[in-house]
Nanobody
Framework: VQLQASGGGLVQAGGSLRLSCAAS????????VGWFRQVPGNEREFVAA????????VYADSVKGRFTISRDNAKNTVYLQMNSPKPDDTAVYYC???????????????????WGQGTLVTVSS
């Protein structure tokens, strides 16, 4: 599976931005997909994840109520809708996919088999 993250850019605090993660090479259908982010010098941080069916989502406390993860299996794409972003949300955002991730491990980067290249999100105050 090859993952391509896109949609990053500069956004004002309180605005909105939608990130996309498109898969190629194999169907997304059986994979859980997560979004992570990283600031230089810091560890990669979990943001949100969605199970293969799309019926179960998990969010980091820091983004709960502001970000929404969703998937369109027909388009092999997972989205991260970022509403009311804050300057602290500035980071490189990565999407990742894994086929054998149990619910309690969705926030763990080690459970994911495939990673996209990252897209930079900058939130200005």
């Amino acid at each position: 599976v090859q993952l391509q993250a896109s949609g990053g850019g500069l956004v004002q605090a309180g605005g909105s931005l939608r990130l996309s993660c498109a898969a190629s090479g194999n169907t997304f259908r059986g994979y859980s997909v997560g979004w992570f982010r990283q600031v230089p010098g810091n560890e990669r941080e979990f943001v949100a994840a969605v199970r293969s069916s799309g019926g179960t989502t998990v969010y980091a406390d820091s983004v709960k109520g502001r970000f929404t993860i969703s998937r369109d299996n027909a388009k092999n794409t997972v989205y991260l809708q970022m509403n009311s972003p804050k300057p602290d949300d500035t980071a490189v955002y990565y999407c990742a996919a894994g086929s054998r991730i149990i619910y309690s491990s969705l926030a763990e980067p080690s459970g994911y088999d495939y990673w996209g290249q990252g897209t930079l999100v900058t939130v200005s105050s």
